[in-house]
């Protein structure tokens, strides 16, 4: 069976893949709902009425909830924020499939030096609280961003990544445990 992006980002949250009904039903957490809405931004093109609609009510959420993520920002299905509140990404980063995002996340761009650019967040990452991407960098798959790390710098598959400046430790379980009901793919 098929789902749509949105059942995939709930099904996250629960470990079901839930009803349009049910999805709406769970839409009183703030994490969830701005998920909801995000997604159905992202299925507009910008310049179409509905589009700006979505656009509009997106924009409310944002400053009610303090997420700083724009519907234009590709990430793939299973997003999983935590916590709600004080989360910043580029419009143009990119993340992956099954990405835990916590609070006071920032993913930012650097307009100069060698990183110049937005990071480039692979599948299955963890991104603790209060922790800062920065750069033209690459996170690969199954990486654990530990709570405050500052990451301007690429990051191989399976590591661990901790502390300012950011120090990388090889771990192939590195989210194991951490990133639970992923979305098949």
């Known amino acids: 069976m098929s789902y749509t992006t949105i ?102 761009q650097t307009n100069r030096g060698k990183r110049e650019g937005v990071p480039v967040i692979g599948d299955e990452v963890w991104i603790g609280p209060n922790a800062v991407i920065v750069g033209g960098i690459t996170i690969g798959n199954n990486v654990l961003i530990a709570p405050n790390a500052y990451v301007n710098m690429d990051v191989p598959a399976n590591s661990v990544v901790i502390g300012n400046p950011a120090q990388i430790t090889p771990n192939n379980m590195a989210t194991e445990g951490y990133i639970n009901n992923k979305v098949k793919y």
């Open 7 to 108: 059942q995939e980002d709930f099904y996250r949250e629960s470990g079901q893949y839930l009803s349009h009904f049910q999805i709406l039903k769970k839409c009183f957490s703030p994490n969830l709902h701005y998920i909801y809405w995000f997604r159905n931004a992202q299925k507009y093109p910008k310049s179409s009425l509905i589009g700006k609609i979505y656009r509009l009510i997106l924009r409310h959420y944002q400053i009610k909830y303090g997420f700083q993520i724009y519907a234009e920002t590709q990430i793939g299905p299973g997003l999983y924020l935590g916590h709600w509140g004080q989360l910043v990404i580029n419009p143009t980063a990119i993340i992956g499939r099954n990405c835990n995002i916590a609070q006071g996340v920032t993913i930012a």
